[in-house]
């Protein structure tokens, strides 16, 4: 899903996606001519593999994401690290953003009960 900047004002617009079993819900908002805040929900579930034994997991999703997106090149202000993805094509594209928030926490380690305790 892809929603051009242009049609992002200061009020917020509304935005909901599905893929596989996750919902990606939330709204859109712009902060100024170039950048939008993009605040969501990830919501779900999905299966990975004990990252200690190798059984089969099945993790509940309900992740709140901020995310800046920008029209073109961001440039971070001294000492601060935005959390910014670009765009050069005048679009968003939330199924992008979606992905890869899902891939971020995917990223992580975690263990079954079992191997929890040891």
Known sequence: MKI???KISSSAYPF??????ISFEGE???????????EGLLK?????LCDSCGQ???????????ILASDGIY???PKELAD??????GQIDLMEIALNEFESYM????????????
């Open 4 to 6: 051009a900047f242009a």
């Open 16 to 21: 909901k996606l599905n893929f596989d079993n």
């Open 28 to 38: 859109l908002k712009r902060l100024e001519s170039r950048l939008v805040c993009v």
């Open 44 to 48: 779900g579930f999905a299966y990975k």
């Open 56 to 66: 089969e997991l099945e993790l509940e999703l309900n992740e709140k994401t901020q």
């Open 75 to 77: 440039k971070d202000n």
């Open 84 to 89: 910014v993805i670009e765009f050069f094509d």
């Open 107 to 118: 990223s992580d380690y975690f263990y079954c009960e079992k191997c929890k305790l040891i």
